[in-house]
C-alpha cells in the first residue's frame, strides 16, 4: 500500500509500529482502569447535579430581590448580580453535563463499569440534539472519517469553508456571519446537522425515511424548551401567585420572562463555550483534511495517524482540562475516544513525545492561539484561496505528487 | 372503557409532569444527591454495620432504599459491588428474619479464596457506604402452614438462610421440633456459634448437632467428617419424618440428593444452592455457538469472525457504524458466555455488559441480546 496516501513521510513498517505503540498504550489503560476512575466520574456527576439545581433555586432567589417587592434590598444591583450568578451556575452545569460527562459516557467511556445509572446505551444529554443522532454523526460518522471532506460532517459543519481543500463557493463570503450565528444556536445546528436534511433536498433520501429521527429530534427540542422556557420559569411564577393576589411582589409576567431570560443565558453561555473549545479541536492552524481517497482501505495504524494530524490540542491547567471534558486533550481523545477522559492528560506527555519520535507534528496552542488561528481560517477563507493556509505545503505537494504518479 | 383509558393518560401525564422539570433526568437523581436511599430509579442500601461472626465471614447491617420489600426467611438478594470500580453483581441469602422491626436486614458473607467480590464486601466496605440492591427473590422459603417437623442442614455459610427462617420461627413464636445439622470445617469455623447455642438453650425444641469436616485431632467419630448416611441415621434418627432443608457446598448438597433420592424421601428435601454453575472456560482459538437470544436464532461462530458480520450471515441488520471498534454503535448486551476482543485478545464475560460486536467474536458459547 502506497504511504504516499498520507501527508506523511513514513514507511509502512514505521506507521504499522505507531499503532502498536498506541494499542499498547490504550491497552495499559484499559488494564489501570479503576477505583479511582469510577469515583471521578462518579463525583462529576454529583457535583453538576448540585450545581445544576442550585443554579436554578438562585435564579427563584434573585426574583425576591426584584425593586417591585419595595424591600431595603430590593433593588436592581441585587437582583441582577443575583440572577446573572444563578444563570452562570446554570450554564456551567450544562457545561459540565454536556462536555465532561455526557460527551464522554456516550463515547462508551464509562460502560466498563457496569454502573446502569452511566451507560452510553441510555444517558440522554441537556442538550437540543438527541442522544441517538449525536451517537451516530459524531461517534460514527465524526470520528471514523475525522477531517475527510465529504465523510466527516464536522468539517465546517456544511456550512463553512475552514479549509482551503473546500471548493470556494460565493455562499462562503458571508461565513463570518455564519459562523456567528453557528455559535449563537450551536445545540440547535448540531441537532438539526444530524438529521442530514440536505439529503433530503439532494433526493438522496426522503423525508418519510427520516421520520422516526425527525420525531425524535422534535420531542428532544420540546422537552428541553418545556424544561427551560415553560416549567421553570412558571414554577417560579406560581409561587408568586400568593403575593400576587395580595397585590404585592412584582408583575407575574416579569417574573416569567426573567426566569425565562436566566435560563436563556444559560444556554448561550454553553453554546458559546462548547461551540469555543470544539472549534479548536480541528479547525486551528495547520491541522490536516483527507480526501476520500486518502483513506481507502485504511487499516488501523493509518486511522491512528490520520487521527494525530486531524486533531488540534489546547495548552491547558486542570481547571481548562475539566471546563472542556478533556477537549482540551483532542489529539488523546481521537486516538482513543473511549478511554475514560480523566487519563488523557496522563497520555498526553507519552502520545506527544512519540509523535515526536516519528517527526509527525502534534498540533497544540494555548486556547488563544488555537481559537485565533480558526478566526483568522475562517475570514480568510470566506474569500478564495487560501491554500497557504493549514496544510504544511511540502508535505501536501509530495502528497499529491504521490496521487498523481499513481493515476 | 375508552374515557377511562382516556382518563388513565391523563392522569399519567399529569403524574409525568415534574419528571419534565428534572427532563433528561428524573427527580429521583436529584433527591439521591440527598439521600440514596430516597432514589426511585435505583434500590440502594446503606451499610449501618459490619460485625466479623468468624475470622473470615463478616455480617453487613444494610438499610434498604424506600422501595424496599421485606423478604420472605431464606430468600436471597443481589446485590452491585464495585470491584475495581466496576460493578459486579453477587447473590446472598438475607440472614436475618423478615419480623425485624427497624428496616434494616443483614447478610453474611465468608470471603472466598479469590473471590474478588466477597473480599471487598468483607474486607473493603466500610460503614456509611452505598450499595445498589435487588428486591429479595427465590423459592427457597418455609412453606405456610409450618411442617410439624424440620430438618436443617447447613454447610459453612451455607447456614444463613436457615438463620433466617429460625429467627422468623422464633418471632412468630411457632418453632417446631426442630433438629439442625451444621457442618463446618472446625469449631473456630462455625458461623453464627453463639447465636445456635443460645438457641439450643433457651428453646427445648431446637436441638442443634455441630459436626466438624476437618477437626484439628483428626475424624474420629460420627459427629465429624463430610454428610454419611449413617451419620444422618445417628444424628437424626427420625429424618424420614421430617421436612427437610439444606444449604451449603455443592458436594454436601450432591451427597444429600443422591441419599434421598436413593431412599424416595426426595420429595421431602428443600435445596438451596449458592455455589455458581459450572463455569465457561474459554478455549484459546475456538468459538462456539451463539445465541442471538431477541431473534431466537442459533449459530456456530468461529473464533475470528466478528460476531456483527456472524449475525449479519444469519440474516439479521444489527446496528453498526464503523465496523473497526471506534463508535459503539453496534453495543449489544452479553447475557451469558463470553467473547474475545479481537484487537487485544481479551476475554469479556461481563454479564449484562455491552459487548463490541464488530470486534469481537465467540470465545466458547455465548448469548447475545440479538
Ligand atoms: S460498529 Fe463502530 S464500534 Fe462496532
Redesign the pocket.
Known sequence: MPTGRMPVKLTDAQIEEIGRELDAMRHEVIESRGDRDRRYIRNVIKSQRGLALGGRVIILASILFLPAWGHGLATYTVFLSLLVFGAFCLGLAKIIENMEIAHNVMHAQWDWMMDEDVQSATWEWDNVCASAEWKVSHN?KHHTWTNVLGKDPDVGYGMLRVSPEQRWKPYYLGQPIYALILAVFFEWAIAIQGLELGRVFAGKTTLRQIRSQVVMTVKKMAAQIMKDYVLWPLLVVALMIPFAFSGYGPALLAVFLWVLAANGAANLFRNFWTYLIIFCGHFPGDVYVFTKKQVEDETRARWYVRQLLASCNIRSGKFLNFLSGNLSHQIEHHLFPDLPSNRYQELAPRVRAMADRFELPYNTGSLIRQFGSTVWKILRLSFPGGASLGMKWEFKTWNEQQESTES | MKAALQKSSFLSRVASIPRLFAYPLRISNYLELINPLWSSHRLMARVVKVWDETKNARTLTLRPGRHWKPHRAGQYVSIRIPVAGKLETRYYTISSPPERTDGCFTITVKAVEGGRGSHSLVRDLRVGAYLPIGLPDGDFVLPDPVPEKLLFITGGIGITPAMSMLGSLIARKCLPDSVHLHYSPNEFEVVFDRQLKEMARTHPQYRLARVFTRPADGIASLNEGHFSPAQLDKLCPDWKDREVFACGPETMLTALTTHFERTRMAAKLHLERFGFGPLNVPVEGVGGHVRLVKSGLEVEADASTNL?RVAEQAGLKPK???????????NVRLISGSVRDLRTGKIFDDLGGPV????SAAAGNCELDL
Open positions: 460514527f | 456483527l453498526h457504524g464503523c465496523r473497526q471498534g471506534i463508535c459503539h454503535t453496534c463490541q460486536i464488530c470486534v
